[in-house]
C-alpha cells in the first residue's frame, strides 16, 4: 500500500434508533417514535449536546412523550367509537 493509500483510522459520533414496539407486528406507534426520537437527537446535536446520556435521556422522554399521546389519541377514538354504536350509527 502506498503512502497515498493509506486509511488513517477516526473516530466519528453516531445513533441509532429503534421505534421497534411490539414484535413482528408493526405498529403505527413504532414510526411515531422513531420520529420523535430521531427529532430528539437531531435536536441535541444543533444544541452541541453530544454526550451519550443526555442524548439517551432525550430520546427516552420523546419516546414516552410520544406514547403517551398515541395512548391519549387511542383512547378518545374509543370513546368516540363507542358513542357511535351506543347511538345505533
Known amino acids: 500500500m502506498s503512502e497515498e493509500e493509506k486509511v488513517e483510522p477516526r473516530i466519528v459520533e453516531a445513533v441509532a434508533v429503534s421505534g421497534n414496539v411490539g414484535g ?10 422513531q420520529h420523535a426520537m430521531s427529532m ?4 441535541c446535536y444543533a444544541e452541541g449536546i453530544h454526550d451519550p446520556e443526555q442524548v ?10 410520544m406514547k403517551h399521546w398515541y395512548h391519549q389519541k387511542m383512547a378518545e377514538a374509543a ?8 347511538k345505533g350509527e
Open 56 to 65: 439517551k435521556e432525550a430520546m427516552q422522554a420523546a419516546r414516552a412523550a
Open 24 to 33: 413482528h407486528n408493526v405498529s403505527p406507534l413504532a414510526g411515531l417514535i
Open 79 to 86: 370513546k368516540e367509537l363507542e358513542e357511535r354504536i351506543a
Open 40 to 43: 430528539a437527537v437531531a435536536k
